[in-house]
């Protein structure tokens, strides 16, 4: 499985493979949302973190639809279907790789775009962790909805539509997380419950794309 | 080593696309599966991959059956598809040395491997450029040198031909011919002649036209709600 995952690292990195682009969109996507409120500092310490969450899954949700079309077209993904490894566990590689060039990343640089919106810094430390537990979760779901929608032409419509509900438990948890740190409050049981919903999407996400996949490949 | 397939069926949706469907592929021997286009000689070889599971029947190599020790029989079978499964961001180089990693080839023989495989495939002089920036045919080799990494000894090969020059035929036909001579089999579907010995054809038609009509459980639990019904006058 470190194959798969090192070939889906080593592909988003290179030119065109979207680890950047990702990055980009996640930047530009925090920064036009702290244009579009009135520039007023308190405010935008609220909206800041609620930004910094909606950037970050929507730069998770840009790179979804070529989670496994891309392998789809090219026949690649019927070789990994033959391979020696479950489907599930090629499935969680390509999830983690998935992860490791979105949610990552976006996990690393929350800090900077929290500090951009004048985040106070318990929210800004808080926000970061649940960004640090929560995303993976955006990973697993969203590799369900790319299972599912594979093949379907403008299956990036249809995938954003089905994943976007999926997405708003983390968001919510992070948001209420980051507003509790805000207000001086302990954000533990939000961070716990975002660690929940990552642990429960790590333990079902492969077996329903897994399942998604076999019917498409088929 | 022995392949045998044993009255295999396959549907998409409620469409008979065959039935009936079975021959015996000794070692040894380069099989041709032959037939019009659409009459299902990809849908076998997927279901003989085991990537579908055929609605029907079953196929055996050597003395594992797909239907009961599927990673078993999975094993001995090495599957080259339309598509070459090959990135347009990666080398050849690249891309053997993943299959071959990803298909657990020993990390010790892989170097190795990789290099005799594009060797073989005269792939050596473009090894290091990425595959977008090759030819089709340059491409096609590109994946069909993953089957020497696999060391598989069962083949199926989906119009292998396709794209490859004369001098990539001549070349795959000996690659075939020494995967037979070492007691392989292959099942190769094709539209033009074979540059092999063919040793057995099996035609597609052959297999729709002796077959069962189909049965569909769900649309016979119909039947007696339409033996109620009047005829029309």
Not at chain 1, 116 to 137: K, N, S
Not at chain 2, 67 to 76: H, I
Not at chain 2, 111 to 139: C, I, K, M, Y
Not at chain 2, 147 to 176: G, H, K, Q, S, T
């Amino acid at each position: 499985m470190r194959a798969l995952f090192l070939r889906d690292l080593r592909l988003a990195l290179r030119l065109g493979g979207g680890a950047g682009l990702s990055l980009s969109f996640f930047f530009i996507v925090a920064a036009v949302i702290g244009f579009s409120v009135e520039p007023d500092p308190k405010l935008l310490a609220q909206v800041g973190p609620g930004a910094v969450l909606i950037a970050t899954a929507l730069a998770a949700l840009i790179s979804l639809d070529r989670l496994f079309q891309a392998d789809f077209e090219d026949g690649s993904l019927e070789q990994i279907a033959l391979g020696p490894a479950p489907l599930e566990a090629a499935v969680l590689s390509k999830a983690a790789a998935h992860w490791a060039t979105t949610g990552l990343p976006a996990t690393l640089c929350a800090p900077l775009l929290a500090q951009m919106f004048q985040v106070p810094d318990a929210a800004t430390l808080t926000l970061t962790l649940a960004l640090a537990v929560g995303a993976p979760a955006l990973s697993l779901t969203g590799a369900v909805g790319a299972a599912l929608t594979l093949g379907v032409r403008r299956g990036g419509l249809l995938l954003s539509v089905i994943v976007a509900p999926m997405f708003s438990p983390t968001l919510i948890l992070g948001a209420v997380a980051a507003r509790a740190a805000a207000l001086q409050l302990d954000p533990s049981s939000a961070l716990l419950l975002l660690a929940a919903i990552t642990i429960g999407a790590l333990a079902i996400a492969p077996f329903a794309a897994a399942a998604a996949l076999r019917i498409n490949v088929n | 080593m022995r392949l045998e397939v044993k009255d295999l069926a396959a549907f998409r949706g409620d469409r008979r696309i065959f039935a009936g469907v079975s021959f015996v592929i000794e070692p040894g021997v380069a099989a041709t599966l032959r037939g019009p286009n659409g009459s299902g000689k990809t849908t076998l070889l997927r279901a003989l991959a085991g990537l579908s599971r055929p609605a029907a029947g079953d196929a055996v190599a050597a003395d594992a059956s797909l239907q009961q020790e599927r990673d078993l029989y999975q094993e001995r079978i090495a599957y080259a598809g339309h598509a070459d499964a090959v990135k347009p961001a990666m080398t050849p180089r690249e891309a053997l040395r993943f299959w071959g990693d990803y298909f657990d080839t020993p990390r010790a023989e892989l170097d190795e491997r990789v290099e005799a495989a594009l060797t073989q495939f005269e792939l050596t002089d473009f090894a290091d450029r990425p595959a977008g920036r090759l030819s089709a045919g340059q491409r096609r080799r590109t994946g069909l040198a993953r089957l020497l990494l696999l060391e598989r000894p069962i083949w199926l090969l989906d119009e292998p031909f396709n794209a490859l020059d004369a001098n990539a035929v001549d070349a795959l036909a000996r690659i075939i011919q020494s995967h037979l001579n070492a007691g392989g089999a292959a099942l190769l579907a094709l539209h033009g002649p074979s540059p092999l010995r063919e040793d057995a054809t099996f035609n597609m038609t052959d297999f729709t036209a002796v077959a069962p009509p189909a049965s569909d459980p769900f649309l016979d639990g119909f039947d007696d709600v339409f033996a109620q019904t009047e005829p029309l006058p």
